[in-house]
């Protein structure tokens, strides 16, 4: 008897638009195509679901962030779920402040948005986050704290506490691999 084949439709559409919005644009100081996080964020969650809604929100996480999509656009092509869960993992920019001087209070709005968050969006961030953990625990090896000036705050200290504060946020992912790894660099990253 043949296996049926996995209906991907929906998965396949977010990987082309993540890969159009994202088009032409550089991962922070890495020198190679943007869309590398998103596809890897994808990836990650897909190691603990197969849930193709869940795995589409990860390769679009930072589109309405990012670039010129808007929620409203990812509602009307994927639905009411994945424009949702792509929510939880869109930082709102606070106008009257510049990226810098509003960093603390954007990243806690994302701590204390993750810790409310249901279930599935807490995958999904887990996702991006380990993935941003990743580069930053490689680039931290070859750069020391010379890395912490390519971010909009340079105090290891501020990253130091937020990856914590994300590390608690999500901690009821705790009996996966991603988190265990998440909170592993997390370690090796921040010693003290």
Not at 1 to 8: I, R
Not at 98 to 121: G, I, V
């Amino acid at each position: 008897m043949a296996k049926e084949a996995l209906d991907t439709d929906l998965l396949d559409r977010a990987i082309i638009l993540a890969v159009k919005s994202h088009a032409g644009t550089e991962r922070r100081g890495k020198g190679f195509p943007y869309i590398v996080h998103p596809l890897e964020a994808m990836a990650i969650v897909a190691t603990m679901t197969s849930d193709q809604e869940m795995l589409a929100a990860a390769v679009l996480h930072d589109t309405v962030e990012d670039t010129d999509v808007t929620l409203e656009e990812i509602r009307a092509e994927f639905g009411d779920r994945v424009a949702t869960l792509v929510a939880y993992e869109s930082e709102e920019k606070i106008d009257e402040m510049s990226a810098e001087s509003s960093w603390h209070a954007r990243k806690q709005a994302t701590l204390d948005r993750l810790a409310a968050a249901p279930h599935d969006a807490k995958v999904v961030a887990l996702g991006d986050k380990l993935s941003n953990m990743r580069a930053i625990a490689r680039d931290y090896v070859e750069m020391g704290d010379a890395l912490w000036s390519r971010f909009h705050t340079s105090d290891p200290r501020e990253h130091a506490w937020h990856y914590r504060g994300l590390a608690e946020s999500l901690c009821e992912l705790r009996d996966t691999a991603p988190y265990r790894e998440f909170e592993t660099l997390i370690e090796q990253v921040f010693l003290n």
